[in-house]
Structure formats: C-alpha cells, structure tokens
C-alpha cells in the first residue's frame, strides 16, 4: 500500500468519525437561521470544517496526497447533506464506497432485496476497495468537450447532475502556483457550463491565510480574480475563498504547498487509480486518541471577503438548486429552508472563539 493510498485510508477513517459526530443522533442541525434583522442567511458549520482541516495536518499528509484538498470536499458535502439534500445523491457518500450511483444505493434500503441478499450486498460494497463499473474514488463528469473530475457532486438518475463543485487548496509558493489555478479554474467552468447549463457550478479555493504576510499583492490579485469567477455568466454561479491558519510547528516535511493534482487524471484523459484497497478498519480508541491531538486549525472570517464567503457560496448552491427544480423535488431542503432556527451568536466569533 503506497504512502498517498495510506495517508487518505487513514484520513477517511478520521473524517468519518468527526462527521459522525456533528451529527445528534444521527440527525444534522438545520443550517439556515433568522438574523436579527428577520432575515435568512445560511450558517456553515465552521467548527466541524476547523476539526477536518487539522487531519491531514496530524498525519503530515503533504499536498500531493490529496489529503488537504479531501478535508474541503468531506466538509462542503456534509454541508449539502445538512442542507437536506438525499444523503446518497451528494458524492463524496459518507460512508465507503464514496462514489455509488443512487440507483445501486437505493438496492441497500430496508427492504429493497431479500435481507440475506442485501447482506451480501452491503458487505461486498463495504468491504471491498472499488468494484469496476460501479464504485469510484473519483467522480468525472463530461463538460462541452472533456471529462472532468469535480471534486463535490449531487446528482441522480432523474435529475442527472445539480451541483457541480471543485476545490484547490493552497498552503504555500503563493505567486508561483496561483495564475496556474485560475487559468484552469476558468477554463473548467466554461467546459462544465456549457454542458450542464442547469447545474449550481461552484468554486472553492481553501489558502492559507499567511498569504496576507508573505505575499500581500499576489492574495489581493487571487482574491480579486476569485470574485470576478463567480460574477461570469458563463462561469461559476458562485465562487468561495476558505482562509485557513495554523502554525509552521504542524507543516508536513517538505511539503511546497501546491496542489499537485494529475492534470491528466483531473482532464478525464487517463482513469484515476480504482484499485484501492479495502477501507481501513481501527479501533474506536485509537481514532478517539487520534482526534485528541488534532493540530489548532482557525477559519479566518476577519479577512474573507463577503462576496467569498462560505456562508454566502452554501447559501448560493442550495438556492440555485431549489429554484431550478419543481417544488415535488428536494422536499426535506425544502422544508429545512422555511422553518430556520432563531440565531444564536455569530457564526464567524463562536467559530474563531
């Protein structure tokens, strides 16, 4: 098992449990709250998204494992699952196998298939890393003119897909790496748009807020152009900037910070590795141990830009996504969104605090 399958195993192993327990007997809190001034916002669970982040920094996970952009793509699904949408239409899944077509997901209710059956089922889906043809690490979804590897997905046999989201992480080498994202953020965008005009097409950058200290006119450059992607009206419906910190003490060993994705795996021209091993199974208290330690990791509200802000992206996809459905469609998002919760405090202070 080679050092990238190992550290992601390890780090789905962890996720799962962290997502597990943001949830109240298996049942998410409502996102959406009344501000005092009467009005509906989209609060983002900014806690659950902290703890995630500080994974791949307890396994001195490099980028070039995929972990850190994967801690992203985890949250903004668990968030889509909040929001109310069917917990097996939204990919990355939960649970192992990540990718599995509805259809294939709905064999495994209650009372789908003979039980002894559906056992067997389960338990070759579970057990086994990914069955060709039917389960995936990676979800490719054909654009205009190429496949495309989108990193968050909702979607379904009826509907095909309705959000469409990719994410970059950036913890370093700000000025080297940043034109290269946008390039390639823009022209994914236009091959995705023109395909699935319908779908919520998101952008998600995760950086790292020392960015600000080290290379203040290339942050306001990748801040400006961020927003200017989410206002195209053959790009992206929103874009999201995630401004992370966390000390250098916590930094894997040699780790230049870019994200170093395949470009011909994430074009569709060669099939991603398919050939994982089975999902790592460890005990309960060596995971508790495990998040024990996770590395101090702070969202940086102070200096998001609103019109990049999580809370507003969420609030974009979900809203694009009822619009551009009947109302017999999304029932439980539905719902979530006209009966939201009194606010409480901040998000942005009970978050950072």
């Not at 970059?168 to 395909?195: H, T, V, W």
């Amino acid at each position: 098992m080679g050092a990238d399958s190992s550290s992601k195993q390890r780090a789905w192993v962890l996720f799962d449990r962290i997502v597990d327990e943001a949830a109240v007997d298996s049942e998410y809190s409502n996102p959406w709250v009344i501000d005092m001034t009467g009005a509906l916002r989209y609060e983002p669970d900014f806690a659950t998204l902290e703890r995630l982040l500080g994974v791949p920094l307890l396994l001195r996970a490099a980028t070039t494992t995929g972990v850190p952009a994967l801690a992203l793509d985890v949250w903004i699904a668990y968030e889509l699952r909040r929001a109310g949408f069917d917990r097996n239409a939204v990919w990355p899944r939960a649970t192992h196998p990540r990718i599995l077509p509805a259809p294939v997901a709905k064999l495994l209710e209650k009372g789908a298939l003979p039980a002894k059956m559906q056992a067997e089922l389960l338990a070759r889906l579970e057990k086994k890393g990914n069955i060709k043809g039917v389960t995936h690490s990676y979800a490719s979804i054909l654009g205009k003119n190429y496949l495309k590897q989108v990193d968050v997905i909702l979607t379904d046999w009826d509907t095909g897909p309705e959000v469409l989201i990719s994410t970059k992480r950036m913890d370093s080498s700000y000025g080297k790496n940043a034109p290269n994202r946008i390039e390639e953020s823009y022209g994914d965008a236009k091959n995705l748009r023109l395909r699935h005009p319908m779908a919520a097409l998101g952008f998600v950058f995760g950086l790292r807020n020392d960015v600000f200290d080290k290379e203040l006119a290339t942050a306001d450059w990748l801040l400006d152009l961020l927003a200017k992607l989410g206002r195209e009206d053959d790009a992206y419906h929103a874009t999201c900037v995630i401004l992370i910190e966390y000390g250098d003490e916590v930094l894997p060993p040699g780790d230049n910070g870019a994200d170093d994705e395949d470009r011909a795996v994430s074009a569709g021209l060669e099939p991603a590795d398919e050939d994982e091993d089975e999902p790592l199974v460890i005990a309960d208290a060596l995971i508790d141990n495990d998040l024990k330690w996770l590395p101090k990791v702070r969202i940086d509200h102070s200096r998001t830009p609103a019109a990049l802000s999580p809370a507003r992206f969420l609030a974009l996809m979900v809203e694009h996504v009822l619009d551009a459905t009947p109302v017999n469609l999304h029932k439980q998002a539905r719902d979530l969104r006209r009966a939201p919760n009194p606010e409480r405090d901040d998000p942005a202070t009970s978050a950072a605090s």
